[in-house]
């Protein structure tokens, strides 16, 4: 089952920073599109020609950077793992336990929309295995399994 969300009910960048610790300048997903809890979301990250790592990379070619592309993924992914939990979950954080079958197939650059689908292939015991994309329109900018652990955080702030 696939969930659509309408526009109005979308989730922006309040609603995504309610459900996952990321925040700027290394929240980058800007809204996600559609969502079922713990089987698969879509978002998207609007690249702009102001974003902080274009100034370093590359200057006068700006190119995001594929590990980001994959963070972007990562995020997209921890929204569908977190959300729907309880406020008493709260405290638990996705962390990054591996990535595999990593491939870039074109640069991303400013101007450009990336579509990031998330699939959960496996979850067992706070360990997830997801299957990723980031397209710019129809075209496959990225794609990667990634592996992540749900863990919990004690109080304070996440690192």
Known sequence: MTAALEEESSLGI??????????FP????D?????????????????????????GHFPGHPVMPGVLIVEA???T??????????ESDSRRIPLFAGMEKVKFRRPVVPGDQLRL??????QR???CRLAGRALVGEELAA?????????KVDGGAAG
């Open 125 to 127: 015991a706070g360990t």
């Open 117 to 122: 689908e998330l699939t959960m292939l496996q």
């Open 14 to 23: 309040d609603a995504i920073q309610q459900i996952i610790p990321h925040r």
């Open 26 to 29: 290394f929240l980058l997903v």
């Open 143 to 151: 794609q990667a399994q990634i592996l992540a652990v749900i863990r």
């Open 77 to 86: 992914a921890a929204v569908m793992m977190l959300a729907g939990e309880n």
């Open 31 to 55: 809204r996600i599109i559609e969502l079922v809890p713990g089987e698969r979301a879509v978002g998207l990250k609007n690249v702009s020609a102001n974003e902080y790592f274009f100034q």
């Open 73 to 75: 993924m990562a995020q």
